[in-house]
């Protein structure tokens, strides 16, 4: 009797510890609008208040309860408020941040409205939430985030003509500060909006708001689920065990970590996966959270044909790895039923749907096993600012029957055939008129990036000048896919093979992007006036028909970043790797000292430095460069921009911008090139997620050789291993006084190449050295290391020896 009253004190003290810690977090900003009623209404822990919403228009329609399908949020879709004009409502925010914004609607009929009808947007700050809204059946919650850094929020519904808006409630919540993160890797989430796409809890059970520390809605996951008998649903909520410095139940909460959904295999020897399978709009990127607990191991599952074991598995994104060989009990520190979240960006070109995935290991004689516990997935706004799917980037091709597919075919030969008939007589005739007015053409402004004159086309390819669109589309092959190198956040890249054969890349800007024009001029104002081996070289630029187009020198051996890791290309030995980074100091050097005010480059990272033929490495992207300040000053006052990882802290903090921001970026940069992976890497550890935190660690403890990539620990001699930490550290300081030049940054990367040729038996001291290889040549960048003039005067040369006549610009 005794142990009954205990077991019961100890359920109930249970379950009160879990109903505090779902309370546990309080927002600051708590909005909760019951839209059309007059009255408050209670749903689950929460009061939904009477519509006071502050608008020139107060039409409020009802239903009866009996008409809405039965669910956690019923009672909101009762009333709703009418909108027939562009509504703005203003919400002042106390707390900046990430806020959710969930908006109900449900589209019942009452008297002359039918709400099945209305079409309208939806907008917030600066970005499209719906466009061309129809809510033709049952219930809908439609839930985004996004970072709120001033102090009011605006909502603006804006019906079509002849149309109307209507919605049935609303939440604005700031969320805890760990729940979404700025970034992932060099994927930057600090200025977008996030839609949530769908919220899935493993285990077969659903998860209703109010257990929730902030109202999240999560689902069941046996509908999406392909197969019907590789898995079991398996619910252990006591196992769960948070721990400090681990995810909280903001998080995700225990109902969620205490479930999942567990491979079934009966047979070791076959290699299976458990996919769950979801619709998405393609064109745009996705945030993707997985949620692992280890709730199964130390527990003996009679179901499990083998017993316990070893707990390894393979995580996949639409048959992509994700995670090879995941240990959980490594993720945690050996503790079991600790959680565990892994956050992933992906990218869908015309994909429609995410494929997720959990399968055997790859590790000799593991056992076919894994499990899921949660999966959020979450689309990111695009360029335009914009997470409807009309808006998407690259529209996907939709399927059609063999018979239309023929048809098409037979059109679409006839059509090329007379489209490029046509094609050729507008070039011949264009070709006539251009050599015909182009002396006349000398005198008109021509509104280009650099505010240049139009030059006429000449066949070297060598020199920078404007390019028709048309020589731009044959040279990629207008723009093909099979032609993409790269892809930016001003655009993708492609290769391009001129008239001449010569190999260019080509990077193509968003189309109606004012940040992207931004960029755009930035980037060939830069390059125009610079000539730099260690810079990438322009060739040319195109801002025809919209279009927003840079041509730079092909570089044959792709990025910095693919050599290091992410990719099958050859290792890099570690005199190559320091080659590398003296001549990447040697570019920013330049641009530092080579003109009378100093070139800040604001974007260094690894993905940005490229390779040639013979590995010579070139800084290039410089669409967030800026000029440095004037003399009398100390900074340029400037928003935040760059790559997450690489940041400057006093950059990031006090928004002071100095040469001294590319130094630290740099520094972050030596170490992914003496480490081998990238900068954040959510797959590892807690501690070991960030590169700049986690070798600062071992540096402080000793380890220094943990933070070697295994395949240089056998090149790298201990003194140049050493010279180059010690100045990847001083590049690391926490503020930019305290930071070296880029002049000495190259100074010591240069000894540090001295001290690796040197044999270790010759142990040779600063004395020793010949300082004749570390000139002070470096003040301008050797005179070797000058590719050619201003690309200001190159363009008038062109023009004078085309027209015979004058430039303005010279």
């Not at 990036?449 to 070297?460: D, F, L, P, R, T």
Request: charged share 20%; hydrophobic share 40%; aromatic share 10%.
């Amino acid at each position: 009797m005794d142990f009954a009253i205990l077991h019961l004190f100890v359920l109930v003290l249970s379950v009160l510890c879990l109903m505090i810690c779902a309370l546990e977090f309080d927002p600051v900003d708590n909005y909760l609008i019951n839209c059309g009623s007059f009255e408050n209404i209670t749903v689950g822990d929460r009061v939904f208040l009477a519509d006071n919403l502050n608008s020139t228009q107060r039409v409020f329609v009802n239903t009866s309860l009996e008409s809405i399908p039965s669910s956690y949020s019923s009672n909101l879709y009762q009333t709703a408020r009418i909108l027939d004009e562009v509504s703005k409502f203003k919400f002042s925010i106390k707390k900046q941040g990430r806020h959710w914004i969930r908006l109900y609607f449900y589209p019942f009929s009452y008297g002359n409205f039918n709400l099945s009808t209305a079409k309208f947007s939806v907008s917030v700050q600066n970005f499209t939430l719906i466009k061309s809204f129809q809510s033709l059946s049952g219930p809908l919650v439609k839930e985004y985030t996004l970072n709120i850094t001033s102090t009011s929020l605006v909502l603006t519904f804006t019906p079509f003509s002849n149309s109307f808006a209507f919605v049935n409630a609303l939440e604005i919540i700031s969320l805890p500060d760990e729940l979404i993160p700025v970034g992932i890797g060099t994927d930057s989430l600090r200025e977008l909006a996030l839609e949530t796409v769908v919220r899935v809890n493993m285990g077969n059970v659903a998860v209703l708001p109010r257990n929730d520390t902030s109202w999240r809605s999560w689902e069941s996951d046996e509908r999406y689920l392909t197969s019907r008998n590789l898995f079991q649903f398996v619910s252990r909520i006591q196992a769960v065990n948070y721990t400090r410095g681990g995810p909280s139940r903001n998080i995700a909460p225990p109902s969620v970590y205490g479930t999942a959904t567990r491979l079934q295999v009966d047979d070791p020897g076959v290699s299976v996966n458990i996919t769950w399978l979801f619709d998405v709009d393609p064109g745009f990127d996705y945030f993707i959270r997985f949620h692992f607990c280890d709730i199964v191991t130390g527990h003996n599952d009679p179901n499990k044909v083998g017993g316990d074991h070893e707990l390894l598995f393979n995580v996949y994104i639409n048959s992509q790895l994700a995670s090879r060989d995941l240990d959980l009990k490594k993720k945690t520190s050996n503790v079991l039923g600790s959680p565990y979240y892994m956050d992933v960006v992906t990218r869908l070109k015309n994909i429609h749907s995410i494929g997720i995935s959990i399968g055997p290991a790859g590790v000799d004689n593991a056992y076919p096993d894994g499990l899921l516990n949660g999966l959020e997935i979450m689309k990111i706004s695009n360029v335009k600012g914009s997470l409807d799917a009309s808006d998407a980037e690259i529209q996907s091709s939709v399927p059609t029957s063999k018979k239309t597919t023929t048809w098409l075919m037979i059109g679409s030969t006839i059509g090329g055939s007379i489209i490029c008939i046509v094609l050729v007589v507008v070039s011949i005739l264009f070709c006539r008129s251009r050599i015909r007015t182009a002396a006349d053409d000398s005198t008109e402004e021509n509104h280009t990036a650099v505010g240049a004159k139009e030059a006429s086309i000449v066949s070297k390819s060598n020199m920078g000048y404007l390019f028709p669109l048309v020589a731009v589309q044959e040279a990629t092959d207008h723009f093909s896919e099979s032609m993409i190198i790269g892809f930016g956040g001003f655009g993708k890249v492609y290769k391009g093979i001129l008239k001449d054969n010569t190999k260019v890349a080509v990077k193509r800007g968003f189309h109606q992007s004012q940040q992207g024009l931004a960029e755009f001029m930035t980037e060939v104002e830069m390059l125009s006036q610079f000539r730099h081996r260690h810079l990438v070289s322009l060739i040319g630029y195109c801002n025809e028909k919209n279009e927003m187009i840079i041509i730079y020198e092909y570089m044959e051996n792709g990025t910095l970043k693919d050599h290091l890791y992410g990719s099958d290309l050859p290792n890099l030995n570690w005199t190559q790797r320091l080659e590398i980074c003296i001549g990447s100091a040697k570019g920013l050097h330049y641009l530092h000292t080579g003109s009378h005010k100093a070139i800040i480059h604001r974007d260094v990272k690894s993905s940005n430095i490229l390779l040639d033929e013979n590995l010579r490495a070139k800084v290039s992207d410089f669409g967030l460069s800026k000029i440095g300040p004037e003399i009398d000053q100390t900074h340029v006052s400037t928003a935040v921009k760059g790559s997450f990882g690489y940041l400057d802290p006093e950059y990031l903090t006090r928004q002071q911008l100095t040469d001294k921001s590319d130094v630290y970026s740099f520094g972050v940069v030596m170490f992914e090139v003496l480490c081998g992976r990238p900068v954040i890497d959510p797959s590892l550890p807690r501690e070991s997620v960030n590169l700049v935190e986690y070798v600062m660690k071992c540096l402080r403890t000793g380890e220094s050789e943990a933070i070697v990539d295994p395949r240089i620990a056998h090149d790298i001699t201990p003194e140049s291993q050493m010279k180059f930490v010690e100045t990847a550290e001083k590049c690391l300081a926490e503020y930019g006084a305290d930071r070296p030049t880029m002049g000495e940054v190259l100074w010591n990367l240069e000894y540090a190449l001295k001290l690796q040729k040197t044999t270790q038996e010759n142990e040779i001291s600063d004395n020793q050295l010949d300082n004749s290889v570390l000139s002070t040549e470096y003040s301008m960048g050797s005179m070797a290391d000058l590719a050619g003039v201003s690309m200001s005067k190159v363009f008038c040369q062109m023009v004078k020896s085309e027209n015979k006549d004058s430039c303005d610009i010279c």
